[in-house]
């Protein structure tokens, strides 16, 4: 049972490139969340998902596209990356009925 | 808009000693209130979480208070070890509004 795993760990990307964060969890959770950290910002909710085919916007969604496809993976798409999205981004999941919230390890991301 | 204001940034307790974190909410319609642990390099974890029905909740030494009135709630962390040294998040939740997260405080607890 490994939780929730992010793919990759680090990233580094030039302004302009595209990525795709991959969020996994093992749990059957039917919730999940796209959040980003920055120095004395806290955690800001970039999307999120209520089940499988779903997606929601959150505080900050732009800049940042969401898919899920499958009910295991959340995926979170930059289309055109900024020095501005450079950030930890950490992906969450619950189960409905519960509302603890289970976080991945994050996704350092650099964009230079 | 700041819908939950977390207070202070940093934190420096002694060993043994108390350590307090407090935050304040606007949005009466929150009915979770949760505190998560950060250690360096990690996600964050659920410490404690409280509902506005009861005003208090204890788990060994971690406390929640909550003040309904005037729409605060605090955590306290009784004989602060080295080990908590962390970072704390408050957050509040309602039932068509996702978690929403403070800022965050910094504790430090030296030796």
């Known amino acids: 049972n490994a939780g929730v795993t992010q793919t990759p760990k680090f990233r580094v990307l030039k302004t302009g490139q595209s990525m795709t964060l991959l969020c996994a969890q093992d749990m059957n959770h039917e919730y999940m969340y796209w959040y980003r950290q920055d120095p004395g910002m806290g955690l800001r909710l970039i999307h999120y998902s209520v089940g499988e085919g779903t997606t929601a916007k959150g505080e900050v969604p732009d800049g940042y596209n969401v898919s899920r496809l499958k009910k295991q993976n959340f995926l979170l798409g930059l289309e055109s990356a900024a020095p501005s999205q450079t950030s930890v981004y950490f992906c969450?999941?619950?189960?409905?009925?519960?509302?603890?919230?289970?976080f991945g390890p994050g996704t350092r991301l650099l964009v230079l | 808009q700041q819908q939950v204001k977390q207070s202070p940034q940093s934190l420096i307790v002694q060993k043994g000693g108390i350590s307090i974190i407090n935050c304040a909410y606007e949005?009466?319609?929150?009915?979770?209130f949760p505190w998560y642990q950060q250690f360096p390099g990690k996600g964050p974890a659920l410490l404690i979480a409280?509902?506005?029905?009861?005003s208090e909740k204890k788990e060994g030494r971690f406390t929640i208070s909550f003040n309904k009135s005037a729409k605060q709630f605090s955590l306290h962390i009784m004989d602060s070890q080295p080990g908590d040294s962390a970072t704390y998040f408050c957050?509040?939740?309602?039932?068509?509004?996702?978690?929403?997260f403070g800022k965050g405080t910094r504790l430090s607890v030296i030796a």
């Open positions: 969450a999941s619950r189960t409905s009925g519960v509302e603890t919230q289970y």
């Open positions: 957050a509040a939740s309602g039932r068509n509004t996702p978690l929403v």
């Open positions: 409280i509902r506005p029905d009861v």
């Open positions: 949005n009466t319609a929150f009915d979770y």
